[in-house]
């Protein structure tokens, strides 16, 4: 009440007569031709730059050349960064990052928008996977209605002759470890999909040698199922990506799941499981060196934009797209099997029937 009482008397003032109505004309129009060079650098920098996120910085970058100056000050992107992926915030991170062309905006910028779609690409995949590094990073932040829940950071060894030729897991938790949530636990199927509709993940993966990140996130979950007998809840959140042309590597899915069983506090769940997988139209699960080639090309792959609100959308279409193309692939498959044995069978029957005609006739 006081502002507007306050905007009401400046208004009485302003209109009081003609003289004081050219005089607040002039005024009006001189202020809006006042431009930002007329405040203070520090109370840009320390006041009204700190109070934005990440997409609201860069789209403050292109208003001006000085605003582009000061919006790329990386200790402004670092707090972005820290803020936006408080699993980032570790050391080791910290300086892949800063090793990065533009520092924490280059991070930002490749982190931030979910991957779009790729078309297949025909070479083999192994080509793609040479130029990967002998070592990834996984940063990973879970949010329920808007509160961190789960923050981690885990370096995996990609180098090494039993990664690549094991199926590619990378595992957050060890069997035994949990964490615990505030989460109640879903009790019906619409309980679950309001689950799906609270819980975002983002999963930035890092390759430190070629100072490269990507999100393999769909930043919303594209599933959530209740097991029926353990109770457990499990939240698949999946991009799909482009494989090798023709092959059962054409699309892959990359899954994430995080699964929240246990807790006896209140009814209240835990996170007992966070993993990502790469599995083909087959439904195998890819090896390392395989999935190494996969991710080599969606490093460098277009992204959507910084607009999040159609991601899950997106990533819910995609993810069905790729569930029909594993079922069609299946039917096809057991159709080719069933023309082989049956094939097989008249063949079968045919050198049976030649057989029995020459023991016939040779009697």
Known sequence: MATQSTTKAIGRVDYEGGDHHEAAAASSSSSAS?????????????????????????????????????????????????????????????????????????????????????EPYSEPASAASEIFAEELISAVDIYHRGELIFSRAVETETGTGWFRCSPFRVDLLDPKDTCPTRIPRPETEAGCRELGEEL?????????????????????????????????????????????????????????????????????????????????????????????????????????GMKRERGREEGGRRYEEFLAMKRRRRERKLRAEGAMDTLCMASAVFVFASLAFLFLWGR
């Open 200 to 304: 975002t993940l983002s999963w930035v993966l890092v390759d430190p040698a070629g100072r490269r990140a990507v999100n393999l996130s769909s930043h919303r979950p594209v599933s959530v199922q209740k097991h029926w007998l353990s109770g457990d809840v499990h939240a698949r959140f999946a991009v799909v990506l482009a494989g090798e042309k023709g092959a059962a590597s054409e699309s892959v899915q990359c899954g994430i799941v995080v699964t929240c069983g246990g807790g006896v506090e209140e009814g209240a769940m835990h996170v007992r499981e966070v993993s990502l997988q790469m599995e083909n139209l087959d439904g195998m699960y890819m090896s390392g060196k395989e999935s190494l080639g996969v991710l080599g090309r969606a490093f460098g792959g277009a992204r959507k």
């Open 34 to 118: 006042c431009s930002l060079s007329a405040i203070n650098e520090d109370i840009l920098r320390t006041h009204i730059l700190t109070r934005l996120d990440g997409v609201a910085l860069l789209s403050a970058a292109c208003a001006s050349t000085e605003l582009s100056s000061l919006a790329s000050q990386d200790n402004l992107w670092q707090n972005v960064c820290r803020s936006t992926w408080p699993s980032t915030d570790v050391p080791r991170l910290q300086e892949v990052i800063s090793a990065f062309p533009d520092g924490h905006r280059s991070f930002f910028s490749a982190s931030f928008p979910l991957l779009a779609d790729m």
